[in-house]
């Protein structure tokens, strides 16, 4: 990320996961690993993971409403705390990584690195990693709604276990995955086993290095999918944008239909500026900055990704269209 | 006192002062009972010691009492030293020839808050319970909904009041009448609270921007809104007539006399350049007030002149505590470099 203000950030690294899906095996990886980095660990369940490192913190999982009068807008309080708290100390390390329990809702530890000040000045959410066992993926989805909203909140997802599925039925959980989140990198692991660069300050917030790894659109045959499913959709211009127009479009559609968008994440061209311009939000919050400078001769188009439920692409794009001058 | 803001030599140069640089974020700050000593917690677990005479030659004075960050810390109301607290659970002692004695160890909680009162009693928070420290005694009071995010004593000593999410929640310290504790619901969450210094209001900041106050004996409570950031810094005048809050560019002052803050605006002054008020600490007796910056400025106003001067130049640490001597002539400030800073303002 190019921006200045940026570098004195700590990356955040979410880990999601199903219970028993491999998160404290990959955690054990990112720890044990020769890197010579230093890790604080937040996680929920203190004491009974064996996680060898000074810096590991319980967080309680204190989900607070914020008093919008909007359902989806949640923050975790403990993480606020701990992120100040941790912000206090001496020795400083190179980033932060967060364990959500196998059946939370990865919404609101991501919100808190929107919502917070204190948070936002102090760290930047890198990525939100989701590990995923590939015999069990299936069976978790019709347990509820949880193992479908891991996917579609995660940057990197790690399809673990892969030693333990046919070659079908992994092409099948990979499907799946991508009928879901198609922006997501996706990476076959036995263990967990994985470098660690795979995962690890992704700067998912530039949004470049990202849409790089975008999978082709021929994966799908999802076409014929129920509204109410999750999925993802793109949308893109290559006209630049008004900034005041899409500031309007933006902030009323996510009002609207926060709730159901999950995950959003742009880079736009705007009109006259010569960067980039990237956010990512989580329901109806997000954070924006400008990312690294457009190349002389390089094509400015603008490309916006959406993650969610209910999205109409025809609606969406109309609506990114009249933000174009 | 001998502070006169009005006075051409107060606005011209700083005080003196005693600045001391370690290399941990100094997360509290305080003086002992009688005000002889200074004492700062510190980000690799220390607690520093210093003379708060800044002319007497400072020993080198600094216990490593914590594993990790010393998150909190109070003069001790019944000793000639400190009480600290650190985000390895322990709460400690710390006696004037530098011993330490452990009143509580938590295993996986953060002692974020400390409060003293000068009947001898301490008040600590430890994940969602409130530990009191009286009498060689040690009582837990909860658990609360959520971690407890702010204490404070009544006036009188006699009761603690503790945010959380939700609303707050007072409990009575007596162990002859056990009361029920008293719950003031106010939806949200509240992440820092003091008792007026005439125990009629509670005040607390909450997450969301604004600040509410309860009164104590109707329960009923009023919310101020309107700030840029969360009010994390609050403190009651000495007679109890105003409210500094902190995270606004200037000194920030709720009207408690009369009718009340209600329907008014606070009052407001200082010099607006210096940034977001980060800590605010009403003098113990006068009616001045210290405010720190997250520039690292330092200004002292007067309310009743709306006059304010600066102790202290915009450095770019941010200033992450205050306190005064019990006498009002000293004041302790910490920041987020490291700097251990002691002004005297007698001239």
Redesign the interface.
Known sequence: MASPQTSAQVPVTVLTGYLGAGKTTLLNRILSEQHGKKYAVIVNE??ELGIDNDLV??A?E?V????NGCICCT?R??L???IE?L?????KFDGILVETTGLADPGPVAQTFFT???VKARTRLDAIVTVIDAKHFFGQLEQGSEAEQQVAFADVILLNKTDLVSADELKKVEDRIRGINRYARIHRTEKSRIELDAILDKGAFDLGRILEFEPDFLHSGHDHKHEDEVRSLSITADRPVDPDKFQKWMGALLQIKGGDIFRSKGILAIDGAPRRYVYQGVHMMMDSDWGTPWKDGEKRSSKLVFIGRNLDADNLQRGFDECLK | MKIDLANPAWQQTLPPARSVAT???V?ACAFNRDGSTVAFA???GCVRLLPADIKQAAPEATAPLHK??A?SLVGDPAGDGFVSGG?DGRVLRLAADGTATELLAQK?K?I?HLVAHKTGAVAASA??SMFLFRDGEVREFGPHP??V?GLDFSKDGSRVACAH?GGITVWSLSKEVVLPPRRFAW???HVALRWSTDGKFIATGT??NDIHVWRVAQATDMRMQGYP??VKSLSWTADARFLYTSSQPVFTAWPFSGKGPEGKPPLQFGDEGAGLMTVVAAHPTAEFVAGGYDSGELQLGDIRTRRSVVLKMADGAAI?CLAWSPDGFRLAVGN?R?DLLTIDLRR
């Not at chain 1, 912000?87 to 020795?91: G, L």
């Open positions: 203190f004491g913190v319980n309680d204190e607070f409403e914020m008093n923050v309080g403990d606020i705390r701990i708290g912000m206090k100390r001496k020795d917070d000040d204190d | 290399d941990a974020p997360a510190l980000g690799d990790g960050v998150l985000d996986g953060w974020e994940g969602k959520s971690t995010a999410y939806q949200g969450s997450q969301e950031a969360k992450t987020d490291g």
